[in-house]
């Protein structure tokens, strides 16, 4: 029977899509969920204290449904995808903690970071914990090539965070310089969520390679949304809690495209804010009026919209199934965020 060609599908409302993704995998993400319960405590009372603050602060555990979902594909799993998922988490999170750390952040998913109720050195203590914890759930599946994937991915993203710090504020950094960031630091862990899930689903290599592809490219359109999303969205009306990767120094694409394109004024503008904690209203304003000016903004929702659709097509020659057309749609989620 011919495979039907998913570029060929009409795209399902965006608003659906996650709550379709969610209803596929509520029985799988509520073993996770347990999972994620028990193996966050501990004796020492600060350790859940600190995780469960993060842990429960709302996030949707796309990554984690991610997992389940691209298992769940291929119609073989055997419990390892909860593992597996649960693990995803954990690493996510221990990086999030870590990341606040490191950005000096003072709120995280609309609460206040960790970072600022238990400090610095608990919070990244704590964060080391959840990673320990992730990889003894691996080493317990006793999948060792799918250990070796999750591994080999939390380097990648240590490597991603420190290239991202080296290049803070350098307005020589290049649009290829971004995407290997975001390729690291954020991509990577979506790549390794849907390999190991499609690994426990028994998925064969040509399945697996798939949905790796699949997961990265969805990483890749994320990252690039995240990054429109500070600046407001796509529209780029500033407003509260945005602006926080400009006083970070962080070269997100908007600003490296907007210095390529600038003019001199434009660009001192920009370097005036970027890296400067007490940047305000004032000053962003400017540099939101550059991005608009250049069309930056709509210029990384373009990229964003590539790689969503290239996330799609890596789905192309899978077999049939719900979980397969609920993936099709993520993207879309994704993208749709910053409008």
């Given amino acids: 029977m011919a495979v039907e060609t998913l570029a060929q599908r009409p795209r ?45 602060s709302g996030g949707k555990r796309l990554r984690p449904m991610l997992t389940i979902a691209s298992a769940q594909a291929f119609g073989r799993a055997g419990g390892n995808e909860i593992r597996f998922a649960a693990a995803v ?20 998913r609309g609460r206040p970071a960790a970072r600022t109720i238990w400090g610095n050195q608990a919070s990244v203590l704590v964060g080391d914990f959840l990673l320990g914890q992730a990889f003894l759930m691996m080493v317990e599946s006793k999948d060792l090539e799918a250990l070796g994937v999750l591994a080999k991915a939390a380097s990648v993203i240590a490597e991603g965070e420190v290239f991202q710090l080296a290049k ?28 190991v899930g499609a690994m426990a689903g028994g998925a064969d290599p040509a399945a697996r390679k798939a949905l790796a592809a699949y997961g990265r490219e969805l990483g890749m359109a994320f990252q690039l949304v995240d990054d429109v999303l500070d600046y407001g969205g796509a529209r ?25 394109a600038g003019t001199e004024e434009e660009k001192s503008a920009i370097a005036s804010a970027l890296g400067n904690p007490e940047a305000g209203e004032r000053e962003l304003e400017a540099v939101l009026a550059v991005f608009n000016r250049y069309g ?44």
Avoid: W
């Fill in 236 to 260: 780029g009306s500033l407003g509260k809690n945005t602006g926080d990767d400009l006083r970070e120094g962080k070269m997100t694409l908007p600003v490296i495209l907007a210095l390529a």
């Fill in 12 to 56: 399902a409302d965006a608003t659906q899509t996650i709550d379709h993704l969610i209803a596929a995998t509520r029985e799988g993400m509520e073993a996770v969920n347990r999972l994620i319960l028990s193996r966050s405590d501990s004796p020492v009372d600060m350790v859940p204290e600190i995780a469960n603050h993060l842990l429960d």
């Fill in 89 to 108: 988490e954990f690493m996510h999170n221990a990086t999030l903690l870590h990341d606040d750390v490191v950005d000096e952040s003072t709120m995280r």
């Fill in 296 to 339: 930056t903004l709509a210029q990384a929702m373009a990229k964003a919209e590539r790689h969503a659709e290239a996330a799609r097509a890596a789905l192309a020659d899978l077999p049939r199934s719900i979980e397969r057309d609920i993936l099709f749609n993520v993207p879309e989620f994704c993208t749709q965020r910053a409008y």
């Fill in 168 to 195: 803070a504020g350098d307005l020589e950094t290049t649009a290829a310089d971004y995407e290997q960031i975001i390729h690291a630091k954020t991509a990577t862990l979506f790549e390794a969520a849907t390999e």
